[in-house]
């Protein structure tokens, strides 16, 4: 075979499309992609015709105007005169709030379980068990309204807490849990409060500093130094010193009985609690089932052989099994982030308002833009799911195995 | 991800694919079968009794529009609806009418391109609060919390009346009416606001019904009536007048036992018209000559339905007050038949 021969075969002819394997697929996903265009453009040309045959259009002029409703649960200044899109944000930082309490609070929960379930104390390990198995096994709905239900029926009302003799008290004087939610006291941040919090963050930038150093000095020299109670010192020492040198520049506000409700302090909403706490144990159990398997996936060779230098169980688990068990719990435990994410939306059972709830509840009923707030909705939890998976591949990149 | 945004699409499309925009009329005689949007249930105005059969005053409108187009008052399917699924089921033409006290307002008629046929109960949004609470008038209810079922008029006017009397509240928003009662029996919000209505059928179902006091202020209009999508005015016409003869039977004294009697022929010109056996209005509907008749035999005239399901005799215990007929100082008006 000559060069020219050559040439001349790898010269691109049209009957290449087909019959070269290199062009071929190509050729066929061409033409995947051209049907999936045309069902979608069909798809979108039927809705726009029967959108024009009704009257009506997609616009999305209505997020300007006044919402004309109010929301309990507000993070940002709302009232009934904002406009549609900012009640939509107030929803929206609602269902952040709750997916990011949710996502810490099954985490904790999950783990504790997964390890507990491997337990060598029977009770212990079959509790874990049926605490699992329960909760992974009814859907997250129905657990969403027990809880809710529980919690309105045997925590007291604010009525309760009235005349001579109540039937229910206050803790301290300063926490009430009360069917319509708990109030704790809220901090007051008076002059010369900054000092005091830039204070606490160089502390906590110390403790990390102290046991950086620590690390070092073993890594270095051999050397063991005491770092627990160094830790607490820093932690604590020069927050509550200038606290004092400051003259208590930081009081609390207590919640107090006045009306109907209690008024002051922080009002952690009874849907907020049991939305999260249903969502994150129910979560939770799922994230159980993965440590678990994460755990066990560790070669048993490997804590054998922790154990045979002399280290202790604590030890082992932290420093041995937990970083390698890592490498298989992170990816799961990406989807079940997301699944919380989602499941928040289950939010308006329990009457608390998310983005589902305000966008996608009062704002679409009150206008009547179905189409438009619903492609809105499909748009925010699109955007936040995937910035979940961006954060946590990040932080899964960082703990895969290291091939060096 | 691709294919999760075909889906979004096609569920998307599916939303409005489905809609009939003309021959409603025939649609329904086709399918032998109306789709009547009702509430998921308030005693006396749509409820199903312990036999399943779907019972009120609102659905006894469905009932006379099945008698008067398909000649059966049972061949209907009861479609339950919540304050935030009924617009887009009629929109969807998921359902041929709604007869779910739904309010006539300016931007559900035009903006979100509706036709109200009528008024069949006129309503004012009101509070109800425990006895034990001490209120007696809502411009008391400063610091409330407040259960609402989202997606209703009531909530906006609930928002307007608090600013307007500068008082603030905490609105506890729940789904349906049910809903709203649970929240509000367990302790969950102080004050339960719906129409009024509902308000008294609620309270009537509950076990001591002394223990709760229905506040006496009327906080905005809302004229409920039965509505049908834009664009079918025939069809329209069939629900608004078969609403229309109900009325007029009332006022012309046609009740279900003398039906029979007074649709032989009287010397009543109008009554003859309604009732068939003079003129050709049934034929301008595009039905037949005694659709109003069927229509009144189902459950009585206006006054009788009022007065089975919802009126003094009934537990629920409403007075007729400005849902009268016009002549006893009512607003209870219908149209001439000529």
Same mark, same amino acid.
């Given at each position: 075979?000559?060069?020219?021969?050559?040439?001349?075969?790898?010269?691109?002819?049209?009957?290449?499309?087909?019959?070269?394997?290199?062009?071929? !697929?190509?050729?066929?996903?061409?033409?995947?992609?051209?049907?999936?265009?045309?069902?979608?453009?069909?798809?979108?040309?039927?809705?726009?015709?029967?959108?024009?045959?009704?009257?009506?259009?997609?616009?999305?002029?209505?997020? =300007?105007?006044?919402?004309?409703?109010?929301?309990?649960?507000?993070?940002?200044?709302?009232?009934?005169?904002?406009?549609?899109?900012?009640?939509?944000?107030?929803?929206?930082?609602?269902?952040?709030?709750?997916?990011?309490?949710?996502?810490?609070?099954?985490?904790?929960?999950?783990?504790? $379980?997964g390890i507990l379930r491997l337990s060598n104390n029977w009770i212990v390990a079959k509790l874990m068990m049926i605490y699992v198995e329960i909760f992974r096994n009814v859907p997250v709905l129905i657990w969403i309204l027990i809880i809710h239900?529980?919690?309105?029926?045997?925590?007291?009302?604010?009525?309760?807490?009235?005349?001579?003799?109540?039937?229910?008290?206050?803790?301290?004087?300063?926490?009430?849990?009360?069917?319509? =939610?708990?109030?704790?006291?809220?901090?007051?941040?008076?002059?010369?409060?900054? &000092?005091?919090?830039?204070?606490?963050?160089?502390?906590? &930038?110390?403790?990390?500093?102290?046991?950086?150093?620590?690390?070092?000095?073993?890594?270095?020299?051999?050397?063991?130094?005491?770092?627990?109670?160094? !830790?607490?010192?820093?932690?604590?020492?020069?927050?509550?010193?200038?606290?004092?040198?400051?003259?208590?520049?930081?009081?609390?506000?207590?919640?107090?009985?006045? =009306?109907?409700?209690?008024?002051?302090?922080?009002?952690?909403?009874?849907?907020?609690?049991?939305?999260?706490?249903?969502?994150?144990?129910?979560?939770?159990?799922?994230?159980?089932?993965?440590?678990?398997?994460?755990?066990?996936?560790?070669?048993?060779?490997?804590?054998?052989?922790?154990? $045979?230098?002399?280290?202790?169980?604590?030890?082992?688990?932290?420093?041995?099994?937990?970083?390698?068990?890592?490498?298989?719990?992170?990816?799961?435990?990406?989807?079940?982030?997301?699944?919380?994410?989602?499941?928040?939306?289950?939010?308006?059972?329990?009457?608390?308002?998310?983005?589902?709830?305000?966008?996608?509840?009062?704002?679409?009923?009150?206008? =009547?833009?179905?189409?438009?707030?619903?492609?809105?909705?499909?748009?925010?939890?699109?955007?936040?799911?995937?910035?979940?998976?961006?954060?946590?591949?990040?932080?899964?990149?960082? &703990?895969?195995?290291?091939?060096? | #991800?691709?294919?999760?945004?075909?889906?979004?699409?096609?569920?998307?499309?599916?939303?409005?694919?489905? /809609?009939?925009?003309?021959?409603?009329?025939?649609?329904?005689? /086709?399918?032998?079968?109306?789709?009547?949007?009702?509430?998921? *249930?308030?005693?006396?105005?749509?409820?199903?009794?312990?036999?399943?059969?779907?019972?009120?005053?609102?659905?006894?409108?469905?009932?006379?529009?099945?008698?008067?187009?398909?000649?059966?008052?049972?061949?209907?399917?009861?479609?339950?609806?919540?304050?935030?699924? +009924?617009?887009?089921?009629?929109?969807? *033409?998921?359902?041929?009418?709604?007869?779910?006290?739904? %309010?006539? %307002?300016?931007?559900?008629?035009?903006?979100?391109?509706?036709?109200?046929?009528?008024?069949?109960? @006129?309503?004012?949004?009101?509070? #109800?609060?425990?006895?034990?609470?001490?209120?007696?008038?809502?411009?008391?209810?400063?610091?409330?919390?407040?259960?609402?079922?989202?997606?209703?008029?009531?909530?906006?006017?609930?928002?307007?009346?608090?600013?307007?009397?500068? #008082?603030? @509240?905490?609105?506890?928003?729940?789904?349906?009416?049910?809903?709203?009662?649970?929240? @509000?029996?367990?302790? /969950?919000?102080?004050?339960?606001?719906?129409?009024?209505?509902?308000?008294?059928?609620?309270?009537?179902?509950?076990?001591?019904?002394?223990?709760?006091?229905?506040?006496?202020?009327?906080?905005?209009?809302?004229?409920?009536?039965?509505?049908?999508?834009?664009?079918?005015?025939?069809?329209?016409?069939?629900?608004?007048?078969?609403?229309?003869?109900?009325?007029?039977?009332?006022?012309?004294?046609?009740?279900?036992?003398?039906?029979?009697?007074?649709?032989?022929? %009287?010397?009543?010109?109008? #009554?003859? +018209?309604?009732?068939?056996?003079?003129?050709?209005?049934?034929?301008?509907?595009?039905?037949?000559?005694?659709? /109003?008749? +069927?229509?009144?035999?189902?459950?009585?005239? @206006?006054?009788?339905?009022?007065?089975?399901?919802?009126?003094?005799?009934?537990?629920?215990?409403?007075?007729?007050?400005?849902?009268?007929?016009?002549?006893?100082?009512?607003?209870?008006?219908?149209?001439?038949?000529?």
């Open positions: 075979m000559n060069t020219s021969e050559l040439a001349r075969r790898d010269k691109f002819q049209f009957s290449m499309l087909l019959n070269d394997k290199r062009y071929r !697929s190509y050729t066929f996903q061409f033409f995947a992609l051209f049907i999936l265009i045309c069902a979608m453009a069909y798809l979108g040309k039927n809705l726009l015709e029967n959108l024009a045959a009704a009257g009506l259009n997609i616009s999305y002029s209505f997020l =300007g105007e006044p919402s004309g409703y109010d929301i309990n649960q507000r993070l940002i200044e709302y009232n009934s005169q904002s406009t549609h899109l900012r009640a939509s944000i107030v929803g929206v930082l609602n269902t952040l709030l709750v997916a990011f309490l949710g996502c810490i609070a099954a985490t904790f929960f999950g783990v504790t $379980a239900s529980v919690f309105l029926a045997f925590l007291p009302q604010p009525k309760a807490f009235r005349g001579e003799n109540p039937e229910a008290t206050m803790l301290w004087d300063a926490f009430a849990f009360t069917g319509r =939610g708990f109030y704790i006291p809220k901090p007051i941040f008076n002059d010369g409060s900054l &000092i005091v919090i830039i204070t606490f963050i160089l502390s906590i &930038i110390g403790v990390f500093a102290f046991r950086y150093y620590a690390r070092q000095k073993l890594y270095s020299e051999g050397k063991l130094l005491e770092t627990r109670w160094t !830790s607490v010192a820093i932690f604590f020492i020069p927050t509550i010193l200038i606290y004092f040198a400051l003259g208590n520049p930081i009081t609390l506000e207590y919640p107090e009985l006045k =009306g109907f409700n209690f008024k002051g302090g922080i009002h952690a909403r009874g849907s907020l609690i049991s939305l999260w706490f249903a969502l994150s144990i129910y979560t939770g159990a799922f994230i159980a089932e993965v440590v678990r398997a994460g755990i066990q996936s560790v070669d048993k060779g490997q804590s054998e052989a922790a154990g $045979a230098l002399g280290m202790r169980p604590n030890f082992i688990m932290n420093l041995v099994i937990l970083p390698q068990a890592l490498r298989v719990i992170v990816p799961p435990l990406i989807s079940f982030y997301l699944n919380i994410t989602k499941n928040s939306s289950l939010a308006l059972a329990v009457g608390y308002m998310d983005i589902t709830g305000t966008l996608g509840g009062i704002t679409l009923n009150q206008t =009547g833009r179905a189409i438009e707030a619903v492609l809105l909705l499909m748009l925010f939890y699109l955007v936040i799911s995937l910035s979940i998976s961006a954060i946590m591949n990040v932080y899964n990149r960082s &703990i895969m195995l290291k091939e060096r | #991800m691709k294919k999760s945004v075909i889906i979004s699409a096609v569920t998307v499309a599916g939303l409005t694919a489905g /809609a009939a925009f003309a021959g409603t009329l025939d649609d329904v005689q /086709a399918r032998g079968k109306l789709n009547c949007g009702v509430s998921t *249930g308030v005693p006396g105005f749509a409820e199903p009794d312990a036999n399943g059969v779907w019972q009120g005053f609102d659905v006894a409108v469905c009932r006379a529009v099945a008698a008067a187009v398909l000649n059966d008052s049972d061949a209907i399917e009861f479609v339950p609806t919540t304050g935030k699924t +009924r617009f887009t089921a009629l929109a969807s *033409g998921e359902i041929d009418m709604l007869a779910r006290n739904t %309010t006539w %307002t300016f931007s559900r008629d035009v903006d979100l391109k509706f036709e109200f046929v009528g008024v069949n109960y @006129y309503d004012g949004q009101g509070f #109800m609060a425990k006895a034990d609470l001490g209120v007696s008038s809502a411009t008391e209810l400063d610091g409330a919390t407040v259960c609402i079922q989202t997606g209703t008029t009531t909530e906006l006017n609930l928002a307007d009346f608090f600013r307007s009397n500068n #008082m603030s @509240y905490e609105p506890v928003p729940v789904e349906t009416g049910s809903e709203a009662v649970t929240n @509000y029996m367990a302790g /969950a919000c102080d004050v339960f606001t719906t129409d009024r209505s509902a308000l008294a059928a609620r309270r009537a179902n509950m076990e001591n019904p002394d223990e709760h006091v229905v506040l006496p202020e009327i906080v905005s209009k809302e004229p409920l009536g039965p509505l049908v999508r834009h664009g079918d005015n025939n069809w329209g016409d069939v629900v608004r007048w078969t609403l229309n003869a109900l009325i007029t039977a009332e006022e012309l004294g046609v009740t279900q036992a003398n039906l029979d009697e007074m649709s032989k022929g %009287t010397n009543n010109p109008e #009554m003859n +018209r309604l009732l068939g056996s003079e003129g050709t209005l049934g034929e301008m509907l595009g039905l037949d000559a005694e659709w /109003a008749k +069927r229509a009144i035999a189902v459950s009585g005239n @206006y006054g009788e339905i009022f007065e089975n399901n919802i009126g003094e005799s009934t537990n629920i215990g409403l007075a007729r007050g400005v849902n009268a007929k016009w002549t006893d100082g009512g607003l209870i008006y219908s149209p001439p038949f000529r």
